[in-house]
Every structure is written in structure tokens, then in C-alpha cells.
């Protein structure tokens, strides 16, 4: 089972800054945040991941809490090709270990 | 640079046949992993390779299997196909077992 909590749906307008949250309570020492998006009939498209700072890369930042038991993916200025569910994934760097996602959030921008 | 390419992209099978789907990594990666997708749900874990050599297997039947060849491309095998088979069936490549991971288009498998 995923070890993240997310919204099932959120709208966005284009142009705006989309702030997607996630929950991860649970998460231990070693295990890192990693967002990946799923634009439909698509391979999944990663974004970003971090372990406890923040981090900011082309595409989005990752705002992880002192406590790193929730994070927020922001993507600055939301575009109508953002349209896409965007998973939130734990995991810990080590061979073996895959990545489980859940349902994710079905982010839609509105025009 | 070219991504992962997997192939074919569509087809179409009838239970009970088996299937081939193959994954060829981006450049220079020496993982890869597969992952099945079902219609509303997240990817599945199916399995990992590294260095030609399985390091992960989720939970999935005996009928699925698949290898890795020293040029680390791979190939996912179906046998004993069933109706539920039916899914996007997704290769990710990634430079070692441990970092992230870049995904195919994937191969969308129908099983009639």
C-alpha cells in the first residue's frame, strides 16, 4: 500500500501557481519524497524528489515540512498542459525497492 | 537523446496465449523495472532488473517472468494470458537499481 495521502481532485487556474499537498506521517529517516505526474494514456513523467530539503528543478519545487511528515509540490504558473494526476511517492534509494503508487491527485487547470 | 522505448505499443491477445513485450532504457542506464497499470488505478510493481540480475519482484503470479540482456534491454513475459491481464504495461530505466526512475509510452495489452 502507498504510505501517502492525497487529495483525489483539485482545479487550478491557468496562469496560477498550483500547490499540490501530500501527507506522509509515517515516513522514516531514510526514505525520500519523489513526485511523479501521469498525463492521460501516458508513461508517468518525474518531476522532482527531495529527502529533507527543499528543492526546486525546471519544472516544479518541493516544499518538504521540518518534520517531513508532509510535502507540497508547487508548480509556479500552471499551464493547460499540466493537466495530469500527480503522485506522491516514498521511497527508500535502495535496489529492490520500487516505487508504490496510489491514486495520486487529478490536478485539472482551468482556462 | 531518446527515452525508453518499449514495443509494440497496442495489441491485442486471446486468453490462454502468451506474450512478449521488450523495453529498450535510455542510453547508459543499467536498470530497469516494469510496472503493470490497470484502468483508474496507479502502476504496479512487477519487477526490477540490474546488471541483468532480478533485485525486485512484486506480487504478481509465476506466469509473469522476465530478463535483461547485456545491452540491458529487457523483456516481460506473459504466459497463460487472462482477461484481467489487461493493462498498460510500463518499463522505467533508471542508472542503477536506486535513483529515479524515467518511464516509457508503455505497451497497452488487451487480452479478448
Known amino acids: 500500500d502507498a504510505k501517502t495521502t492525497q487529495p483525489p481532485s483539485m482545479d487550478c487556474a491557468e496562469g496560477r501557481a498550483a500547490n499540490l499537498p501530500c501527507n506522509h506521517s509515517?515516513?522514516?529517516?531514510?526514505?525520500?519524497v519523489y513526485w511523479y505526474r501521469q498525463i492521460h494514456s501516458q508513461g508517468p513523467q518525474y518531476i522532482i524528489h527531495g529527502l529533507k530539503n527543499n528543492e526546486t528543478n525546471e519544472m516544479a519545487s518541493l516544499i518538504i515540512t521540518e518534520d517531513r511528515k508532509s510535502s507540497t509540490l508547487i508548480l509556479p504558473h500552471a499551464t493547460l498542459r499540466d493537466t495530469a494526476v500527480y503522485y506522491c511517492?516514498?521511497?527508500?534509494?535502495?535496489?529492490?525497492?520500487?516505487?508504490?503508487f496510489g491514486p495520486g491527485t487529478r490536478l485539472s487547470v482551468l482556462p | 537523446d531518446a527515452g525508453v522505448t518499449q514495443s509494440p505499443t497496442h495489441l491485442i491477445k486471446t486468453r490462454g496465449q502468451h506474450v512478449t513485450l521488450r523495453c529498450s532504457p535510455i542510453?547508459?542506464?543499467?536498470?530497469v523495472s516494469w510496472y503493470q497499470q490497470v484502468l483508474g488505478q496507479g502502476p504496479q510493481f512487477i519487477f526490477q532488473?540490474?546488471?541483468?540480475?532480478?533485485?525486485g519482484r512484486g506480487n504478481f503470479p509465476d506466469r509473469f517472468s522476465a530478463r535483461q540482456f547485456p545491452n540491458y534491454s529487457s523483456e516481460l513475459n506473459v504466459n497463460a494470458l487472462l482477461l484481467g491481464d489487461s493493462a498498460l504495461y510500463l518499463c522505467a530505466s533508471s542508472w542503477t537499481g536506486n535513483t529515479e526512475a524515467f518511464f516509457g509510452q508503455g505497451t497497452r495489452l488487451t487480452v479478448v
Open positions: 542510453s547508459g542506464h543499467k536498470s
Open positions: 532488473y540490474y546488471e541483468k540480475e532480478e533485485r
Open positions: 511517492i516514498v521511497r527508500v534509494i535502495n535496489y529492490g525497492q520500487n516505487f508504490v
Open positions: 509515517t515516513i522514516s529517516g531514510n526514505e525520500y
